[in-house]
């Protein structure tokens, strides 16, 4: 028989801190345009404990040409070490990828992150702010 229901390997949190997961209502951060963001999330399975292995894949998207009136400014000092491609990597006990702002197409906009892999996906929006 075909089966009824379709399950997820593993649970992913939130994207992490330092962005705001605005998914559950927290205000959407404001990056300075030209920083570097680190983008991090844990992914473990059913017993909690954290998976390796994985290459979660992210994607960032352009909402609008606006930054969100409503954002947070986010204190990021490290501009360096950003991450090519689109795979994220582990970090025990995270994965994480260093998102090159200054790689977005506008300095002043709101975008959202989309993290996918063997979990539901997993997203949060942010906006950039000319420096």
Do not use: H, W
Not at 62 to 73: E, V
Not at 85 to 98: A, C, K, V
């Amino acid at each position: 028989s075909a089966a009824t229901g379709f399950s997820f390997l593993y649970n992913a949190s939130a994207i992490l801190q330092p962005v705001n997961d605005t998914r559950n209502g927290q205000p959407t951060s404001l990056f300075k345009y030209g920083s570097t963001i680190p983008v991090k999330v844990s992914i473990t399975d059913c017993n909690g404990a954290p998976v390796t292995g994985l290459a979660p894949q992210i994607r960032v998207t352009k909402l609008n040409g606006s930054t969100p009136a409503s954002g947070i400014d986010e204190a990021i000092f490290s501009t360096s070490g950003a991450d090519s491609g689109t795979t994220m990597r582990y970090s025990d006990p995270l994965y994480i990828y260093n998102l090159a702002t200054k790689s977005l197409a506008d300095s002043s906009a709101t975008y959202r992150i989309t993290i996918s892999g063997p979990f539901a996906p997993v997203t949060a929006d942010f906006g950039t702010k000319a420096k």
